[in-house]
């Protein structure tokens, strides 16, 4: 789903993870988007709608007003709180969004929020999958607190300009980065489409050198991927980060790409994923599922929307998923589906336990609301809202473990990640069980 004026979009909520990686910063993009239009009511205040401050109020009341799931409003006069918003004085936009944001914690919903320019922005290119910028994920070296490159994006400015991992950024523009925080870095490197930034970096046993790099639109990878050799089995693993609008072109590209190389099963690793688009989830599960339910929504009128499998699965190859504390909405949803349908076995700690959709809507200043509209519930119509779902197997990892995995994020997907290796056993037993042959020789994808 990609953002453009006056659309929303439907989303599962992100939510702010702890990722087994070196903390990277996406360099956001901007989107040209409008509030949906919105109809007034005959009420005296509406005089006061000149005023700008106002007018934002007005746009988030109407809109919570006509899609919050909640109908009672958390048991809120609803059109009272707009007149007594409108009544007040506001001496510029903050101050207004602080009077919104109390007026939305009122609704007791942690996931209707208003969303300042700079993070309507962020969300937007999240859950969109593209950004304006060079292509490269940055980090603080923890042994020398430099600012370097953990990675350019496969086929971006960053990468065709000859960027490497490792490499320290000296200075952006001319601007030195040794007292810049992640934060104040991307926002001097991004920038719009077909501007320049440039770079200086230092390279090991290199004098540093300087690197002029056009900025472009570029599509986030949502999906890395990797065939692992275990014993005599080739093991595809696949790790989804979040469901942004390119996550299921990506995935479907990886499953293909695995099982041409003769996989002989899958795991899917969803753990520290904070979820995303609703009909990405969606998508991705039927890659998996020849037949079966993957998810209902309940809206605030007891509208049911129902998504099933295709019958356009894929691959039929045995199946872990791996999960944990941080997956979240969209994971759970997927996970769930494959769970619920005995395609997967689920490996890892309990779920999040987020049952809500939202929608995020663009306002007239550049601000945006994510409202939540409906609940979700997996094939069993279990709530999972506060709960989370269950794995089929309880893999806790210590906090000695976790940390090894983040200060090391080579090791997730190694021996030495303890859930993994417990989903090679399993993949191991599954095919034996199913098959009655050896692990190392594939079954027939479709």
């Not at 007003?65 to 109908?71: A, I, L, T, Y």
């Not at 996931?111 to 969109?128: D, I, K, M, V």
């Not at 490497?164 to 001097?188: F, P, W, Y």
């Not at 499998?309 to 969209?330: C, E, F, H, M, Q």
């Amino acid at each position: 789903m990609n953002y453009s004026s006056r659309r929303s979009g439907l989303i599962l909520g992100f939510l702010k993870s702890k990722n087994y990686r070196l903390k990277a910063i996406k360099l956001t993009a901007v989107f040209a988007a409008t509030s949906l239009l919105v109809s007034h009511s005959s009420s005296p205040v509406v005089a006061a709608l000149e005023d700008s401050p106002k007018t934002i109020i007005d746009e988030v009341w109407q809109i919570v007003n006509s899609e919050f799931v909640d109908r009672e409003f958390n048991h809120i006069d609803w059109k009272i709180k707009r007149q007594e918003l409108l009544r007040a004085e506001y001496t510029d936009q903050k101050t207004a969004y602080k009077a919104i944001r109390r007026s939305l914690k009122d609704l007791g919903d942690p996931y209707t929020r208003f969303l300042a320019p700079e993070e309507y922005e962020e969300l937007t290119s999240q859950t969109s999958g593209e950004l304006s910028g060079i292509g490269i994920r940055l980090g603080i070296d923890q042994k020398t607190s430099k600012l370097i490159v953990v990675e350019p994006i496969p086929n971006s400015p960053a990468s065709e300009a000859g960027l490497k991992a490792g490499d320290h950024i000296v200075s952006v523009n001319g601007k030195s980065t040794k007292l810049m925080t992640l934060e104040q870095a991307s926002a001097e490197i991004k920038g719009e489409v077909g501007t320049e930034v440039i770079l200086e970096i230092s390279r090991s046993e290199q004098p540093a050198f300087d690197v002029t790099i056009a900025r472009a639109q570029i599509e986030l990878p949502s999906v890395s991927y990797t065939l692992n050799q275990e014993q005599d089995s080739k093991v595809g693993y696949i790790k989804l980060d979040e469901f942004s609008s390119h996550a299921a072109e990506q995935m479907q590209k990886a499953i293909q790409e695995l099982s041409a190389k003769q996989a002989s099963g899958f795991i899917l690793d969803l753990r520290g994923n904070p979820g995303g688009l609703l009909f990405s989830s969606v998508e991705i599960a039927r890659m998996w599922m020849e037949k079966g339910a993957i998810v209902s929504t309940i809206d605030r009128k007891g509208g049911n929307q129902e998504f099933s499998a295709n019958g356009k699965a894929l691959t039929n190859l045995p199946l872990v998923v791996l999960v944990d504390g941080y997956s979240a909405s969209a994971s759970e949803i997927l996970a769930g589906a494959l769970k619920e349908n005995h395609r997967a076995k689920v490996v890892g700690s309990r779920t999040y336990g987020k049952g809500t959709v939202q929608s995020v809507h663009a306002l007239s200043d550049g601000s945006g609301l994510a409202v939540t509209i409906a609940r979700y519930y997996p094939p069993s119509g279990m709530d999972i809202n506060q709960k989370g779902i269950a794995p089929d197997i309880k893999v806790d990892l210590s906090r000695e473990e976790q940390t090894t995995l983040s200060v090391n994020p080579d090791l997730i997907g190694t021996k030495a990640d303890r859930q993994y290796a417990r989903a090679i056993t399993i993949l191991k037993n599954e095919f034996i069980s199913k098959t009655g042959s050896d692990f190392s020789a594939p079954l027939t994808t479709r």
